[in-house]
Nanobody, 123 residues
Framework: QVQLVESGGGLVQAGGSLRLSCAASGRTFSSYAMGWFRQAPGKEREFVAAISWSGTITNYSDSVKARFTISRDNAKNTVYLHMNSLKPEDTAVYYC????????????????WGQGTQVTVSS
C-alpha cells in the first residue's frame, strides 16, 4: 500500500510561482512513475505532468509545458511540481498519483492518489 500527501498549494498572483510536494509512504516508491493531475471546478480531472521511476523521462501537458517542471527525490520518497508563470486558468486542486510503471497521461493507470492541494491563481 502506498499513501500520498500533497502540500505547497496556496493563493498566488498571476505570474507567480509555487512548488508542490508529494510525500509518499511505502517501500515501492522508487519502483513507480509519479504523476500530477488537476481538477478545476466543473471540469474533469486532467493530466499535468509525469516522471518515470528513475527521473530520466518526463511528460507534460501542452498547457503547462515550459512553465512547470516535475522532479523527484527517491531518497526522500518525494515528488515535486515546480510551477512558474502561473495563470488564472491553472487554478485547480492538484493531485499526485503513483502506481503506474510508466510516466503516462492516463489517470486510470495510476493506482494510488493523494487527497489533493488547492492552487488558486488570482488575476
Amino acid at each position: 500500500q502506498v499513501q500520498l500527501v500533497e502540500s505547497g498549494g496556496g493563493l498566488v498572483q498571476a505570474g507567480g510561482s509555487l512548488r508542490l510536494s508529494c510525500a509518499a509512504s511505502g517501500r515501492t516508491f522508487s519502483s513507480y512513475a509519479m504523476g500530477w493531475f488537476r481538477q478545476a471546478p466543473g471540469k474533469e480531472r486532467e493530466f499535468v505532468a509525469a516522471i518515470s521511476w528513475s527521473g530520466t523521462i518526463t511528460n507534460y501537458s501542452d498547457s503547462v509545458k515550459a512553465r512547470f517542471t516535475i522532479s523527484r527525490d527517491n531518497a526522500k520518497n518525494t515528488v515535486y511540481l515546480h510551477m512558474n508563470s502561473l495563470k488564472p486558468e491553472d487554478t485547480a486542486v492538484y493531485y499526485c498519483a503513483t502506481g503506474s510503471r510508466m510516466a503516462v497521461t492516463i489517470a486510470s493507470r495510476y493506482a494510488y492518489w493523494g487527497q489533493g492541494t488547492q492552487v488558486t491563481v488570482s488575476s
